[in-house]
């Protein structure tokens, strides 16, 4: 069964969830930031349909600091770039990119995509619908600017249902994000200072002591098993305990979404980090 989301919610709820988010992520963890790449992780996962599919008009949602556009922007089969985001970052991003003629980098919302119908050949997004108040929407609005046989490569949150350690993570997660909501920005960002290290010594220290008597595997289900040191996890605890919304999907209700959407040949592959998900319209 389809998830119900609450496309009636007030206007004065909208708008918070709008300015919070465009100060997080637009103002905060992608100003003048170039993170980690993230489309290598759906490359190596969907390698064969990566490699058939990168070609023609191409839209990336949630670009963030740009550090995935870096890489579309040189794939040579790619005829355009279009990139948006919420965020004051975009105008960085237009100025950092602007010698790619092909490139279109644009401020605009995942729920309300400004392109006309049956637009691109791929839509990319990862780690971005599951942060809007409608997710649903944003997954109707991909389906409806691409081009027919055109594809979709996405990451979500997931539910997390059969990792008792990372369910544990999750309800730890809710507390914590209505904790959060009752007081001020910057003391969101203080508390996440000092939670860092709290979860590097709860949950990284144990991960890395499973990995090293050879149990790498179930070590990746821990939460936080990434860390690097101490203060390493603070913009990840920022970008989930501050978000204004998180959603998490269990993998055969995401696929009941997008068959709902009409989608075809819908692949899932569900990880210990979330849902990598590939689809045709």
């Not at 190596?44 to 870096?70: P, Q, S, V, Y």
């Not at 040579?76 to 990119?97: E, F, Q, R, S, W």
């Not at 990372?166 to 203080?190: A, D």
């Not at 990284?204 to 996890?233: A, D, M, N, Q, Y």
């Amino acid at each position: 069964m389809e998830r119900k989301f609450n496309n009636y919610m007030s206007k004065e709820i909208r708008n918070s969830i709008t300015e919070k988010a465009e100060k997080l992520w637009g103002e905060d963890l992608h100003k003048n930031k170039l993170n980690s790449q993230h489309f290598i992780q759906l490359k190596n996962i969907f390698l064969t349909h990566w490699d058939r599919e990168l070609k023609g008009d191409f839209l990336e949602i949630g670009c963030g600091t740009g550090a995935d556009l870096e890489y579309f922007l040189k794939i040579k089969n790619l005829k355009t770039v279009t990139a948006i985001d919420i965020g004051k970052n975009i105008d960085d991003l237009k100025k950092k990119y602007k010698m790619y003629s092909h490139a279109n980098i644009i401020r605009a919302s995942a729920l309300n995509l400004p392109f006309e119908k049956n637009k691109f050949n791929i839509v990319y997004s990862f780690g971005v619908f599951h942060h809007t108040e409608y997710p649903t929407k944003c997954i109707e609005e991909s389906y409806r600017v691409l081009k027919k046989n055109g594809v979709i490569f996405l990451y979500l949150y997931s539910a997390h249902e059969d990792i008792f350690f990372k369910r544990l993570g999750i309800l730890f997660e809710k507390k914590l994000m209505q904790v959060y909501k009752s007081i001020s920005y910057s003391n969101q960002n203080k508390i996440s200072g000092v939670l860092s290290p709290i979860c590097w010594l709860i949950f990284t220290v144990p991960s890395r002591i499973l990995e090293l008597i050879g149990l790498k595997k179930f070590s990746k289900k821990i939460p936080f098993f990434f860390g690097t040191h101490p203060f390493s996890l603070i913009n990840d605890l920022k970008d989930r305990l501050m978000a204004p919304v998180n959603h998490r999907f269990e993998k055969n209700e995401i696929k009941d979404i997008l068959e709902s959407y009409k989608f075809k040949e819908i692949k899932i592959e569900k990880n210990s980090s979330g849902l990598y998900i590939f689809a045709k319209k």
